[in-house]
């Protein structure tokens, strides 16, 4: 069966610090990735996804950034925070395959202070 | 209009009711259909998949879509104290990778 990870489950950092989360998934072969984000009120954001090792698509701007160093790793990066990046990150998998279901992982809460 | 629209709640019911969750969409391109429930500070989980209008059902749960209205469902039968979360619709178009998602709305259960 699959299983997916994502470290660390939570983290505080002050404004300004650099952010790197990651996430791996297991039980399967070149899964696509996603990242989302979500806050509070405002539903699931889809930041990125990736459909294979150095691909990275972007969904929307900001000073995030993603990168997919092996098939089943996916991280996510800044080099500086903001406030506005704090909430709930959500690492995701699905087969390789448009319009498939998504599994997520457990989520990462983020606090930037 | 936004895209996905869902009842954000939140929406308190005896143990044993019957509860009804919705969603209705704007992009007749949508094809395919979910529904995920998050407890509090977990991922959402899958729950119900379908692509075609009308009715699924597994166990407790039945999914409804009608495509003709842009309008789809989750029923819960029998509630209980541990669906007692929130529940996300989801929905894709044919060739898309990218989910979109309702606000979801946050039920409670009571014992």
């Known amino acids: 069966s699959q299983t997916i990870h994502q470290w660390p489950a939570t983290l505080v950092q002050p404004v300004g610090s650099p952010l790197s989360l990651e996430c791996t998934v297991e039980?399967?072969?070149?899964?696509?990735l996603y990242w989302y984000r979500q806050a509070a009120g405002r539903g699931l954001q889809l930041l990125f996804y990736?459909?294979?090792?150095?691909?990275i698509s972007s969904e929307v701007p900001q000073n995030l950034s993603a990168s997919r160093p092996q098939d089943r790793q996916f991280i996510l990066s800044s080099k500086k925070l903001l406030l506005s990046d704090s909430g709930f990150y959500l690492c995701?998998?699905?087969?390789?395959?448009?319009?498939?279901?998504?599994?997520f992982g457990p989520g990462t809460r983020l606090t930037v202070l | 209009q936004k895209e996905v629209e869902q009842d954000p709640g939140p929406l308190s019911v005896p143990e044993g009711a019957i509860v009804s969750l919705n969603c209705t969409y704007s992009?007749?391109?949508?094809?395919?259909f979910m529904w995920y429930r998050q407890y509090s500070r977990k991922g959402p989980e899958l729950l119900m998949y379908?692509?075609?209008?009308g009715n699924k059902e597994d166990g407790r749960f039945t999914a409804q879509v009608d495509k003709s209205s842009k309008y789809i469902s989750l029923f819960i039968r029998d509630s209980q104290p541990s669906d007692s979360a929130t529940y996300l619709c989801?929905?894709?178009?044919?060739?898309?990778?990218?989910?979109?998602f309702g606000k979801g709305t946050k039920l409670s259960v009571i014992p």
């Open positions: 039980g399967t072969s070149n899964p696509n």
């Open positions: 995701a998998w699905s087969i390789q395959r448009t319009t498939d279901t998504q599994y």
């Open positions: 379908t692509y075609s209008s």
């Open positions: 992009n007749s391109a949508f094809q395919y």
């Open positions: 989801a929905i894709v178009g044919a060739g898309s990778y990218q989910l979109t």
């Open positions: 990736s459909v294979g090792i150095g691909q």
